[in-house]
């Protein structure tokens, strides 16, 4: 089953605004990761966040986790049209208890910013 | 530091050709990672590498699809017949360690088309 979901699925707002987008995902994790990918583009690694950790920031990024409700936000502050892009988090795949050292990739949300 | 790079960018070919996509890993990393991306199913890990030794190829989706890694510097995948379901978006990405330890470099892929 896939381990991390985005939601929501798009998302459009103008330029200035902030932009939310959450993530929850099934089994235990050591790790979750945020990506983006540009149109035509290879994903770009943007934050990592450790189980242990509940928040984290970089720039304009907000990163929360909530262990007890395997969920994840991203938080974009006063967004720019440069961060049209799809966003992914990303977590450990297990297999029963063993992690299996492979990355599961959510479907991602679509930011459209408007200038 | 130059990033992944794949090669080619865009492949168009008909049904039934061999196909051969290429990467080169950032310099230094231990893991290279195949993925395909489709609009129906995401993005997919096809097949991992460490030290060059393929670790877990269960998500190569047939027999038909095979790929290697001669050297830490190189990987290609190979689709042999294509078949038109083969058309998506691959690609590679490197990193230093498994799972969600660590970052994944993703290079902009390569867009193929089977006619």
């Known amino acids: 089953s896939q381990q991390g979901e985005e939601d929501p699925q798009a998302l459009s707002i103008q330029e200035g605004e902030n932009a939310t987008m959450n993530c929850s995902y099934k089994?235990?994790?050591?790790?979750l990761q945020w990506y983006r990918q540009n149109s035509g583009r290879g994903l770009v690694h943007l934050i990592l966040?450790?189980?242990?950790?509940r928040e984290k920031h970089s720039g304009r990024l907000r990163v929360t986790l909530d262990t007890s409700k395997k969920s994840s936000s991203l938080l974009i502050t006063a967004s720019r049209a440069a961060d049209t892009a799809s966003y992914f988090c990303?977590?450990?795949?297990?297999?029963?208890?063993?992690?299996?050292?492979?990355?599961?990739f959510g479907q991602g949300t679509t930011l459209q910013v408007k200038p | 530091d130059a990033g992944v790079i794949q090669s080619p960018r865009h492949e168009v070919t008909e049904m039934g050709q061999e196909v051969t996509l290429r990467c080169k890993p950032i310099s230094g990393h231990d893991y290279l990672f195949w993925y395909r991306q489709t609009m129906m199913r995401g993005l997919e890990l096809l097949i991992y590498?460490?030290?060059?030794?393929?670790?877990?190829d269960s998500g190569m989706p047939e027999d038909r699809f095979s790929a290697k890694m001669p050297n830490a510097s190189f990987s290609t995948l190979k689709i042999q017949p294509s078949e038109p379901r083969d058309s998506a978006v691959y690609f590679c990405?490197?990193?230093?360690?498994?799972?969600?330890?660590?970052?994944?470099?993703f290079g902009d892929g390569t867009r193929l088309s089977i006619l």
């Open positions: 590498f460490n030290n060059n030794v393929p670790i877990d």
């Open positions: 089994t235990s994790i050591n790790n």
């Open positions: 966040i450790r189980s242990n950790e």
């Open positions: 990303a977590t450990d795949s297990f297999h029963g208890s063993s992690n299996t050292g492979k990355l599961i």
């Open positions: 990405a490197s990193s230093q360690g498994k799972g969600s330890n660590q970052p994944q470099h």
